[in-house]
């Protein structure tokens, strides 16, 4: 294979690139207008495409949403793998979940005025994307919970537990503590406390 076909190769797609736009384009107007007051044309305008360019790259806003969505949770997913990947206790790497993943991507979404009406649509508009990313989610938590037990000598079987069961309940009441929690600080302080309930179970 030849230099200029390894530049070829690397370079990002043009297709891609205006898709990308797009998206960015539509996150900003989401979070200033609201999914139900955004419009196609709006969508085009803040990614400086044509109407016609952006419904060759999406049908309609359903579709933008349903991709936006699937983008943010995989940099979500990148994110938490990586960081369980780290050296140091599971409980110091959940806390930095917590906080530099969770909260910080979040934040954005939370903080808007219409950041309630955003974060509601996704069990309607993303909801195979969403069940995706809870089950490659929880799959990389168990495997993390999985580790420290057996690092510590831990039998979590002999507890009535395991590392499946641990990981499906923590994102379970990260997830649903949202419909009684809106603050987002508070909610990360609350997560943060499920966190020291895992670490408890997970000592000798």
Same mark, same amino acid.
């Given at each position: 294979? $030849?230099?200029? &076909?390894?530049?070829?190769?690397?370079?990002?797609?043009?297709?891609?690139?205006?898709?990308?736009?797009?998206?960015?384009?539509?996150?900003?107007?989401?979070?200033?207008?609201?999914? $139900?007051?955004?419009?196609?044309?709006?969508?085009?305008?803040?990614? *400086?495409?044509?109407?016609?360019?952006?419904?060759?790259?999406?049908?309609?806003?359903?579709?933008?949403?349903?991709?936006?969505?699937?983008?943010?949770? &995989?940099?979500?997913?990148?994110?938490?793998?990586?960081?369980?990947? *780290?050296?140091?206790?599971?409980?110091?790497?959940?806390?930095?979940?917590?906080?530099?993943?969770?909260?910080?991507?979040?934040?954005?979404?939370?903080?808007?005025?219409?950041?309630? *009406?955003? %974060?509601?649509?996704?069990?309607?508009?993303?909801?195979?994307?969403?069940?995706?990313?809870?089950?490659?989610?929880?799959?990389?938590?168990?495997?993390?919970?999985?580790?420290?037990?057996?690092? &510590?000598?831990?039998? %979590?079987?002999?507890?009535?537990? $395991?590392? $499946?069961?641990?990981?499906?309940?923590?994102?379970?009441?990260?997830?649903?503590?949202?419909?009684?929690?809106?603050?987002?600080?508070?909610?990360?302080?609350?997560?943060?406390?499920?966190?020291?309930?895992?670490?408890?179970?997970?000592?000798?």
């Amino acid at each position: 294979m $030849s230099l200029q &076909n390894d530049i070829d190769r690397q370079r990002p797609n043009a297709a891609d690139e205006r898709r990308d736009r797009i998206l960015d384009g539509a996150f900003k107007v989401f979070l200033a207008y609201g999914y $139900s007051r955004t419009t196609m044309e709006d969508i085009a305008r803040a990614a *400086e495409i044509s109407r016609p360019a952006l419904y060759l790259a999406f049908r309609n806003k359903t579709d933008i949403y349903g991709a936006l969505a699937e983008r943010f949770l &995989n940099e979500m997913l990148e994110q938490t793998v990586a960081v369980l990947a *780290e050296e140091g206790p599971l409980a110091r790497r959940l806390d930095r979940i917590c906080e530099d993943v969770f909260y910080c991507m979040l934040r954005e979404v939370e903080e808007s005025p219409h950041g309630a *009406e955003l %974060l509601d649509m996704k069990g309607s508009l993303a909801r195979e994307a969403m069940g995706v990313w809870r089950e490659r989610l929880d799959a990389a938590m168990a495997r993390a919970i999985e580790a420290e037990a057996l690092a &510590n000598g831990v039998d %979590l079987e002999a507890k009535g537990l $395991s590392a $499946s069961i641990i990981a499906s309940m923590l994102n379970d009441a990260m997830e649903g503590m949202k419909a009684r929690i809106t603050d987002p600080r508070a909610h990360l302080e609350r997560g943060k406390h499920y966190l020291k309930v895992i670490d408890a179970v997970l000592r000798p």
